[in-house]
């Protein structure tokens, strides 16, 4: 597993696969929400899926890497929705102030 091009495929994998079961239990409002979050999870899963694999001690085989990738995706998907709430809250507070 040394070839950079299959070790990115099975990143991108694991991160679709994460961002359809985040689709499943969290879905999204609006369809720019399923694209913000889709990005997230695209970009973040390949990124951060070797930190993941060594945190959650996953096998450093292709399946934990696919693992890894998923997981990640999962969750940013669910970190980018909560995030979102949690500005629009802060403005509305902010505006009600004034």
């Known amino acids: 597993m040394t070839d ?4 990115l495929l099975l ?18 409002r609006t369809l720019q929400g399923f694209f913000r979050r889709g990005a997230a999870a ?3 899963g390949p ?20 693992s890894a990738a998923c997981l990640t995706a999962f969750g940013s998907w669910w970190l980018m929705g909560t995030a979102v709430r949690i500005i629009r809250g802060w403005q509305s507070k902010e505006l009600s102030e004034d």
Do not use: E, R, T, Y
């Open 4 to 7: 950079p091009a299959f070790v």
């Open 11 to 28: 990143k991108v994998i694991g991160a679709a696969a994460g961002a359809v079961l985040a689709l499943v239990f969290v879905p999204p």
């Open 42 to 44: 695209l970009i973040s």
């Open 47 to 66: 990124i951060f899926a070797p930190f993941v694999q060594a945190w959650a001690g996953f096998s450093n085989d292709a399946d934990g890497l696919i």
